[in-house]
């Protein structure tokens, strides 16, 4: 575990900055500062998708999450998850519980490990085709999120601190094994109001826990990052949702 020291002799020190291990510090600076991501309200980004564009719109301090796309409608108003299938076909896709808020996760990384009851500490370096990556490890304190067995793992830059890597493991796909770390690539990234956040992402294949090579890229675009929250009743359940247990 890395060992939080903090020197209040300063009190120009800031105070929502200073919690965090210095590395972590260092990989917020070089993304724009968590004192101005914790300044935003409300974040929203599109994806293209075969069948058209999915949106993402989520309330950043109380996590709610509206997704749009053609074929289904889904939503968390703060205390459940809501579905809607746009079609008459049958949904195929991940189960909605879990993926209100996977993208937005992968999305605002590194800012989302700002959040309350995570726990970290160092993590051994990653090589891939000739070049290192520092690491740091975030675990989750039981009973945060919908599974706080998951662990992630934030590669970065060792000279400017912008995140380069992450790998992470899955625990609610079944038949997929819970401790092999999968890897994505944040491979281009856009500043938006002042903070840089994603527009590649590279999803990898694996073995061993490394990356081994590229298996497809997505792109995010319509990003709007701004101090307003959107009103609650844009995630509320339409009449004709299926409720998610």
Do not use: C
């Not at 520092?134 to 000279?159: A, C, H, L, R, W």
């Not at 081994?212 to 004709?240: C, H, R, S, Y």
């Amino acid at each position: 575990m890395i060992e939080i020291i903090t020197d209040y002799k300063n009190e120009k020190l800031d105070v929502t900055t200073s919690i965090y291990p210095e590395t972590l510090t260092k990989i917020f600076d070089a993304h724009g500062g968590i004192d101005l991501w914790n300044q935003m309200k409300s974040l929203e980004f599109t994806m293209s998708k075969p069948n058209g564009n999915e949106v993402t719109l989520t309330n950043l301090k109380t996590r709610e999450a509206l997704i749009t796309h053609p074929d289904f409608t889904l939503g968390h108003d703060g205390s459940q998850t809501w579905f809607v299938n746009n079609t008459d076909g049958e949904y195929k896709g991940y189960d909605p519980k879990y993926y209100y808020n996977l993208m937005f996760y992968f999305y605002a990384m590194p800012f989302v490990f700002g959040d309350d009851g995570i726990n970290i500490s160092d993590a051994e370096p990653l090589t891939f085709e000739g070049e290192t990556y520092p690491g740091i490890k975030f675990t989750y304190e039981s009973g945060v999120g919908e599974t706080p067995e998951d662990q992630y793992i934030v590669y970065y830059n060792p000279e400017t601190y912008v995140m380069e890597w992450l790998g992470y493991t899955v625990n609610f796909i079944p038949n997929i094994d819970t401790k092999e770390l999968h890897f994505r690539k944040y491979s281009k990234w856009q500043n938006v109001n002042g903070i840089l956040l994603p527009a590649e992402m590279v999803r990898y294949k694996y073995k061993n826990n490394l990356p081994t090579e590229p298996m497809g890229t997505t792109e995010f675009i319509d990003v709007k990052l701004t101090k307003q929250a959107v009103p609650k009743t844009t995630f509320k359940a339409p009449e004709n949702a299926t409720i998610v247990e």
